[in-house]
């Protein structure tokens, strides 16, 4: 029976439209990722092709302008919290990517708040060791981007404030804000812990914190400080199939 749908698929893709080809290189993908126990996208979703977040991510990068998961959903998450009052913030955002995404998507000057240390990951407890050594262990110092070339990766957003520095040493300079959005990226449990119980009781009703770690088997401190954090507040993470993790207030 596969046989025949193989042949049948790859007779078209010789001879038949271009959909047609695209539908036998979906089934040969589709067949090897089974194979290796994995997954592909369904091939009729079509958020690869937004021309909403296409066009933002051609801003970013006019020679690589891919949609990925994760920014398409940031994307449309920072969308529908425009109405909220509040600022923005950003807890790890390396050359600005995710950040330029909250920001186009927010549409507005209000200020966006980027914290960073500029010089990568901090050092990893005990609680950021994967399950297994299949995983990679993250290390101290990777993703360091210099702060000079995110403000310049960002010089079209003119609400970015940047606070250089270990989480959580200048959260208090926004200690008096409200925020609809905060993005958390920093990978490991501690900073994570950090900026979720900084800011969850500063978000105003209906403004979420997202974590972009949250399901990565390479972050299982990200995932724990998060849980943590949403039962301390009542509250249970939504756990989104890209790997980030979603909290409303
Ligand atoms: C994975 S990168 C962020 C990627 C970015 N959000 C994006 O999607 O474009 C992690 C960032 O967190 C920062 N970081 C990690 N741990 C930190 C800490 N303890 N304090 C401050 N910054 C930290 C790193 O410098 C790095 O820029």
């Known amino acids: 029976m596969q046989l025949r749908k193989l042949m049948r698929y790859g007779y078209r893709s010789l001879i038949g439209e271009p959909h047609e080809k695209r539908d036998f290189a979906f089934y040969v993908m589709n067949q090897f990722a089974k194979w290796l126990d994995?997954?592909?996208?369904n091939k009729h979703t079509n958020w690869q092709d937004d021309p909403e977040v296409l066009a933002v991510m051609r801003r970013f990068d006019p020679h690589y302008p891919r949609i990925k998961e994760r920014q398409f959903f940031?994307?449309?998450?920072?969308?529908?919290?425009?109405?909220?009052?509040g600022d923005s913030a950003e807890c790890g955002a390396l050359d600005g990517a995710s950040s330029h995404v909250i920001m186009s998507a927010l549409g507005d000057d209000r200020p966006h708040h980027i914290f960073d240390s500029f010089s990568g990951l901090s050092q990893p407890s005990e609680h950021d060791?994967?399950?297994t050594e299949a995983v990679r262990?993250?290390?101290?110092?990777?993703?360091?981007?210099?702060?000079?070339?995110?403000?310049?990766n960002l010089a079209a957003h003119a609400q970015a404030v940047f606070y250089?520095?270990?989480i959580p040493e200048r959260f208090g300079e926004v200690a008096d804000k409200r925020f609809r959005l905060?993005?958390?990226d920093v990978d490991f449990y501690e900073p994570t812990r950090d900026s979720v119980r900084f800011f969850y009781p500063r978000l105003v009703p209906g403004g979420a914190i997202i974590?972009?770690?949250?399901?990565?088997?390479?972050?299982?401190?990200?995932r724990k400080a998060m849980d943590e954090a949403a039962e301390c507040f009542g509250r249970q993470v939504v756990h989104v199939p890209t790997g980030q993790g979603l909290l409303i207030k």
């Open 129 to 131: 060791i994967p399950k």
């Open 38 to 41: 994995m997954r592909i996208y």
């Open 74 to 85: 940031l994307y449309n998450l920072a969308r529908s919290l425009r109405h909220l009052p």
């Open 164 to 166: 250089e520095g270990w």
């Open 182 to 184: 905060v993005s958390i």
């Open 137 to 152: 262990a993250l290390q101290a110092g990777e993703f360091a981007s210099p702060l000079e070339n995110t403000r310049r």
């Open 211 to 222: 974590c972009d770690d949250y399901g990565f088997n390479t972050c299982p401190g990200a």
